[in-house]
C-alpha cells in the first residue's frame, strides 16, 4: 500500500470511501417503522421526470448539445430546468432532487461549458462517497465531452496510486473523486488542490456527516477559495445546515420535490416474516417470480452479503456481491456483470445505495431493515430511475 501514514491511520473518524467502517460491532437494529415501508407507487412516467425544454434554448456550444443528443437526452429533466442557467451564470448551488432525477447532467453540463471557455485555467472537483460512484460520474463526463478535448480522471481508494501520478501529469479540467485518496495526492504535492475553480460535493448530506467531514473540511481548506460550489442530493440533514452554509456563497437552493421524498415511481412493499420461519426460503421463492429480473439485495452487514450470495447461487439463482471488504477490481467486476446480466442478483451494503445508476433495476430487496430513512431513500432509489416504475420489497419481523 502506498498510501501516506497520515491518512492509513484510521482514528477517531473512520476513513471515507468506505461506509461499511461506520458500522458498530456490536448488533444494532432499526427502530424504524415498518409502516414507512409501504406505498403504492404514483408513477408519473416520463411527465415527472422530464420537462417540454429542450436542450437547444440554454446556448450551449455546439459540440456539447450534440453530445448531450447522442445520449438520447431530449429535453431537460426537472432538476436539470432548474439548475443549469443559474450555474452557467456561476451561482452557487445546493440541490435536492429525487434519486434517479439527472442531477449528474445537471452540474456537469455547466461544468463542461466552463471548462470550454477557458480549458488551461479551470478545474472542477467532484467529491463523492464512494468508488464506483466517482467513476460512473467521470464515465458521465466522457460521454458528455466526447471529441471535445477536455480531460478528467478519477482518484480513489483501492487502486494503484502510482498510476494516479501519471495521470496527474496532463492538465484535467474534471477531477472526480473520493476524498481519502484525494487527500493522499494532495499530501504528496502531486494534486495541486488550490487551483480547483469549481468544487461539487454529490451526496453531498452523506459527504458531510460524521464518516467523511474532517476529509471533506480538509479538502475545502486546501481547495481555499474558488469561483463555484455546489452541492446535490435527494435528501437534507437539517442539522447540517451550519456546515452547508460554510460552504455556499450567495447560494440558489433548489429543491425539486412532490412532498415525499422517495421517489413516487417506486412501488414500495413489505414482507413480514415472523420469528422462526426461515427467512432465506422466502427470499429464494421470491425469486420464482420472473418479473425479478435485475435486483439488488441490501444487507447491514458484510458477512451477511458473502453469505447471501453463496447461498442464492447455491440454489440457482446468479448473484454476486460488492462492499468495503472486496477488492476494486472484484467490485468493478461484479458492476459490469450486473449491468450486463451475468448476475441477476447483486447483493450489496450501503456501499452501493448512493449514487449507483444501473439501468432498469427491477427491484431492491432489503433483506433488514435500514437504520436510518435516508438510508432507505437511496437504497429504493437504485430503482424506478429515468421516469421509469421499480420495485422496493422490505423484510420486516
Ligand atoms: P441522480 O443523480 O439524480 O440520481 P442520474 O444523474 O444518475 O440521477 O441520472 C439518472 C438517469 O437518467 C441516468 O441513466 C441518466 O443517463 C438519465 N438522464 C439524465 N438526464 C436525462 C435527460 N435529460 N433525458 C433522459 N435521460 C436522462
Ligand atoms: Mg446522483
Redesign the pocket.
Known sequence: MNTTKKHTKPAAAPRGGNPDRRQVKKKKESTLDPKLFVKKAQPSGQEGF?TEKSFDGLGLSSKLLQNILA???????N??EQSILPLLDGRDMMAI?????????AFLIPIIEHALKDPRNFTALVVTPTRELALQIEEEFKSLTFGMQLYSATFIGGTNINSDHTKLERKLQVIVGTPGRLLDLSDRKVLDLRKVNTLVLDEFDRMLDMGFVLDVNKLVNRIGKREQTLLFS?TLEPAQKKLIDGLLTNPIEVKVTSGSSTNENIEQQTIRVPEGQDKFEVLADLFRNPELEKVILFTETKRLADRLAKKLIQSGISAGQIHGDKSQNFRNRMIDEFKNGTIRVLVATDVAAR?I?V?DVSHVINYQLPMTMDAYIHRI?RTG??GKVGHAITFVN
Open positions: 422530464r445520449k438520447g437526452y431530449q429535453t431537460l429533466t432538476i436539470q432532487s429525487k434519486t434517479g432525477s439527472g442531477k449528474t447532467a435527494a449514487g445508476d439501468a432509489g430511475r429515468a
